[in-house]
């Protein structure tokens, strides 16, 4: 007898442990609540079955640019459309009149898309006359204008384009500049330019007279100034920066670092490296639709409706170097390649331009919570061995009538 209470007691106490589960006193486990913000937008489908899915999506980044325009003297090997760039003309070189030039036009994709399409134009000066080009580029004689075209250039790929003149003869002595726009079917035009100068030709032999008379003096117009961009930089905004003042400590080296809504401070730097002044200098530069003009340096304005900054920087005296800066705000959706470019030019017809490109990334949205759509089970109460339910009671008096029947069998 004493053996079947004791099996229906342990009996049980069993049953008590199976149904109420092993105590314990540790909670569920936490889910990190820190979240990583992805690099690209992510995008959420709910199939026809109602199965979600996760993809994502890496916006496509043109940024076709004109790396530089150079100058090379033609080599004798040369014939139409084929050319060695063996001799290169350093800008701000002298240049003779009747002189052949091949003109090379270098661009670079450093976006992560491919170009469809795009197109040089370069309007010759009145101091050069066409003479041949590359099967890419054709001559409208009406508008003096050259043309070359581009077709699938690939992210990362870079190549160039020519074309010969020939310099007039007689010719305008001073420097010409000579520029191409690279426009291409999606992303920021550029420009790219090379300056090059003609002296003063000799003037005849005086007739021979009876004593040596003195060499005489150079012509004063065969001094020039030579108008140089030197560069264009980007700086981190500064707390202490204000109108006309900026403190351009912090260089931007990784431009990809850039951010939707930080402000930036362009700063342009110029030099005339010629022998004379050059005269009225004026910067003038087209902001992106993608940037917010905000302030800029002393003698520089913002017209709205054509988005120019034009800084009037006057005389720039011979070997004499100077910078103006602005500041903008980035505003972009998506990750986004800005291209801008700053025009230095005189009224004495000098002209350069320099540029710089951002890769800004824009704001990305936090995909939802994935614990936003899921029921967190509740906890059962902590309970102890001796907590009697009317579930456990219940089930410990049908094992003690089991075993009292065990008994009486017995």
Do not use: W
Not at 293 to 306: H, L, R, T
Not at 389 to 401: C, E, K, N, S
């Amino acid at each position: 007898m004493s053996l079947g209470i004791f099996a229906s007691i342990v009996a049980a106490i069993l049953v008590v442990y199976l149904v109420r589960g092993k105590p314990t006193t540790e909670s569920p486990a936490e889910e990190s609540s820190e979240q990583v913000t992805p690099t690209v937008a992510p995008i959420f489908q709910v199939t026809s079955g109602g199965l979600c899915s996760l993809s994502f999506e890496i916006p496509c980044t043109p940024g076709l640019v004109c790396k530089n325009k150079q100058a090379y003297e033609n080599a004798t090997s040369n014939t139409a459309g084929s050319y060695a760039f063996s001799s290169l003309i350093a800008s701000g070189s002298v240049v003779a009149e009747g002189q052949v030039l091949v003109y090379r036009l270098n661009y670079e994709n450093t976006g992560n898309t491919t170009v469809a399409s795009a197109s040089f134009t370069d309007v010759l000066p009145a101091t050069v006359e066409y003479v041949d080009g590359q099967s890419a580029c054709s001559y409208a004689p009406t508008t003096r204008t050259v043309t070359c075209t581009l077709a699938n250039v690939a992210a990362g790929a870079s190549g160039s384009v020519a074309f010969r003149v020939r310099v007039r003869n007689p010719a305008t002595v001073g420097e010409f500049v000579n520029t191409a726009t690279l426009t291409p079917s999606v992303g920021q035009v550029t420009t790219c330019a090379v300056p090059l100068r003609i002296a003063a030709s000799g003037s005849p032999s005086p007739s021979p007279s009876p004593s040596p008379s003195p060499s005489p003096s150079p012509s004063p117009s065969a001094l020039v100034s030579n108008l140089d961009c030197l560069y264009k930089r980007v700086y981190e905004d500064d707390s202490r920066n204000r109108a006309g003042f900026y403190y351009l400590e912090r260089l931007v080296v990784n431009t990809g670092n850039l951010q939707d809504g930080q402000t930036i401070v362009y700063s342009i730097g110029m030099k005339n490296h010629g022998q004379v002044s050059a005269p009225n200098v004026r910067i003038t530069d087209t902001l992106s639709s993608n940037l917010t003009f905000v302030d800029a340096d002393n003698g520089c304005s913002y017209e709205a409706s054509s988005r120019v900054v034009t800084c009037e920087v006057g005389n720039l005296a011979a070997g004499v170097e100077t910078a103006r800066s602005i500041r903008v705000r980035i505003g972009v959706s998506g990750r986004a390649s800005i291209v801008n470019t700053a025009d230095v030019f005189s009224t004495n017809g000098q002209r350069d331009v320099c540029s710089v490109t951002v890769d800004a990334a824009g704001r990305v949205a936090a995909p939802p919570s994935p614990t936003a759509n899921v029921v967190t089970a509740t906890s059962l109460p902590t309970a102890g061995v001796f907590e009697v339910t009317a579930g456990t009671l219940g089930a410990g008096l049908l094992f003690l009538i089991l075993g009292a029947i065990g008994l009486l069998v017995l």
